[in-house]
Structure formats: structure tokens, C-alpha cells
């Protein structure tokens, strides 16, 4: 449970957040709640017919597949059950391509940066270049001061965490500590920042007021 204060602390850090995401391009939002981060992207992807998910926590907890699987769309999400991995590759091969594509971020700057690390790199790939809209959904809880501080969070919080949550035997699943590992399941194996919107791929950015994801 958040308390006032943190609450507003997070509303302070988001409206400056965006401020800065929008003076480096971006389309971006900061909202109160996931119910009103739902209700903002869906008045957003109206014109759009095939959705991709990268593997983010953040954007589920949304209920976006569920709406627009609802809605009759072409869902492209590789979290599906009992999906093969010759089925699972070529969901994340039509997320390149499809009219919209939703992620989140590891980490985000409160000067305007959008941080993040991938092990096969087909989330990184989509938010830079292909589809042609992206949606990155983030809680407060991954926002940090500057882009030292961002690149610090994705290896003090949520490598760390990510790996652990994967079952993946490396250094950082055991003991929380990044160390740059050459293990075979290392998952941090692509960094991507965007310091400004990508050329060619409209990116919005949904801040919400609440901790999700890692």
C-alpha cells in the first residue's frame, strides 16, 4: 500500500519525467492509476488492428490482451501456454511488423531517457524500428534520477530481479548482485537508450502513479 506522501512524491518525479520525455520527442503521459492508463491507451490504438506484447508484466497487469482480444484484434504474445518454440519464435518475429507494439521499460530517467536490456533483443527491436506505433507502459517505481542512475537500476533492480523470476541459473538469480557474468542463461545481453523518439516510430509513454513490474 502506498502511503500520501509516497504518492505524491511519485506524482512530482512523473510530471517531470514526462515534461522531459516530451522535450526529447516522445508522446508521453503521466496517469494516476492502471485503470486510467487502460482507459487513456485504448482511446489511443483505435485505428490499429494487430498488437504485439513484449514480455513485460507491466503492460499485462493493463488487461490490454484481454481487451483487444475482445475487441476481434490480431494479438501477437509469445506468453501464450503451451506454445512451441518454433510457435513462440514466429510471434516475436510478427511483433517486428505489426501495427502496434506494447512494452515497458527496465528504466527510465527523470531527464528523458528510456533504458533497456534484453537477452534475445526482439523487444529492443521493436520499440526502435518496424512497427508503427509503440506504447511503453511504466510504473514510478522504475524511474531514476538520470541516465546513471537508470543504467544503475537495470543492474542493481531489475536484472537481478528478471533473472530470478525466470528460474535462471546465473550469479544474480542467487545472491541479487549483478556481476557481469558469462553465464550460458545470462538474460542482460543487449542495451538499448533511446535519448530521443526514433525517426520513424511514433513512442508514447504511460507513466502510472503505481510501483509495477521489476
Request: with cysteine.
Amino acid at each position: 500500500m502506498q502511503s500520501s506522501y509516497q504518492t505524491w512524491l511519485w506524482e512530482q518525479r512523473g510530471q517531470r519525467c514526462a515534461e522531459n520525455l516530451k522535450k526529447n520527442g516522445f508522446d508521453a503521459h503521466w496517469v494516476a492509476d492502471t485503470q486510467a492508463g487502460t482507459d487513456l491507451i485504448l482511446s489511443m490504438i483505435e485505428p490499429y488492428q494487430s498488437f504485439g506484447f513484449g514480455g513485460s508484466d507491466s503492460v499485462r497487469r493493463l488487461g490490454l490482451v484481454e481487451h483487444l482480444s475482445a475487441r476481434g484484434k490480431t494479438v501477437f504474445d509469445h506468453w501464450q501456454p503451451n506454445l512451441s518454440p518454433q510457435d513462440t519464435l514466429a510471434i516475436r518475429r510478427s511483433q517486428l511488423t505489426c501495427d502496434c507494439f506494447f512494452c515497458s521499460a527496465n528504466a527510465i530517467s527523470l531527464t528523458g531517457e528510456i533504458v533497456n536490456v534484453d537477452g534475445a533483443g526482439n523487444r529492443t527491436s521493436a520499440m526502435a524500428f518496424g512497427p508503427s506505433k509503440v506504447i511503453i507502459v511504466a510504473g514510478m517505481n522504475k524511474v531514476a534520477d538520470d541516465l546513471a542512475g537508470a543504467l544503475q537500476r537495470v543492474r542493481q533492480v531489475a536484472g537481478p530481479m528478471r533473472a530470478k523470476s525466470l528460474n535462471m541459473k546465473t550469479p544474480c538469480a542467487e545472491t541479487g548482485i549483478c556481476t557481469d557474468c558469462h553465464s550460458p542463461q545470462r538474460i542482460c545481453r543487449i542495451t538499448t537508450i533511446l535519448h530521443r523518439q526514433p525517426v520513424l516510430t511514433p513512442t508514447s509513454v504511460v507513466l502510472i502513479n503505481e510501483a509495477l513490474g521489476f
